[in-house]
């Protein structure tokens, strides 16, 4: 049983559609985040939430909007794409507090590419 | 914010090689996670490992908390351990919000028949 998938694993669309990723843990834990992977292989945090509860917000495009229905799950639509929104998408969980956290285990990644 | 640096960069190494990895980081810390990402670009935890040492097969890490360092050690290497390797750490103790992590650039292992 995969602790945190996502999906899709790959998307390929156009400029200016809009697109969503799924994400569903099920380690019980309070806290999910998006990374992006850029064509470097950085690794840089998008959002975070607790409990629901945005708690992170890195500077991040409006036209990223990130969902969360419940503590197991955490969805990110992405409107009017551009060619740079292309890179993998990686969705994590961990359990925490705001001073200190367990593990963060992270999904198998979506690569998305705008073309 | 905490910086993290990962050195060296790049390694090629011989199957059958042992090798030592390195992660600084500029601030107190009260966790770090080190993490494989294999060719095929999953990202695998190896360690979570606050301070001290772990051992886990071939692979060990130690962190030392007090000299913001920590250092992951492959022996016997295989080719299967290629690929990229990360370590991770949380906002700086004394700062930030504790929801989320810092990477280093990364070190990219590739093992040779």
């Known amino acids: 049983d995969t602790a945190v998938s996502q999906t899709p694993k790959y998307l390929v669309t156009q400029m200016g559609n809009d697109k969503s990723i799924k994400c569903e843990q099920n380690l019980g834990h309070d806290t999910m985040y998006w990374y992006k992977q850029d064509s470097k292989k950085f690794l840089k945090i998008m959002f975070s939430y607790n409990n629901k509860e945005l708690i992170i917000n890195e500077t991040v495009p409006n036209r990223f909007s990130p969902k969360s229905p419940d503590k197991a799950h955490l969805n990110l639509h992405i409107n009017s794409l551009e060619l740079g929104d292309s890179a993998v998408y990686f969705c994590?969980?961990?359990?925490?507090?705001?001073?200190?956290?367990?593990?963060?285990?992270f999904g198998q990644g979506t690569r998305l590419t705008v073309v | 914010g905490i910086q993290v640096e990962q050195s060296p960069p790049d390694l090629i190494l011989q199957e059958g090689a042992n090798s030592t990895l390195r992660c600084n980081f500029s601030?107190?810390?009260?966790?770090l996670q080190w993490f494989h990402q294999n060719p095929w670009g999953q990202l695998i935890n190896l360690f979570y490992?606050?301070?001290g040492t772990k051992q886990n097969g071939r692979l060990s890490a130690t962190t030392v908390a007090t000299e913001r360092y920590s250092l992951l050690y492959i022996s016997s290497s295989q080719t299967t351990d290629s690929g990229v390797y990360f370590c991770a750490v949380p906002p700086s103790v004394s700062g930030g919000s504790n929801y989320k992590l810092t990477f280093g650039k990364g070190t990219l292992l590739t093992v040779n028949p």
């Open positions: 490992i606050p301070s």
């Open positions: 601030d107190s810390v009260n966790n």
């Open positions: 994590a969980s961990s359990q925490g507090t705001r001073r200190t956290n367990t593990e963060a285990f």
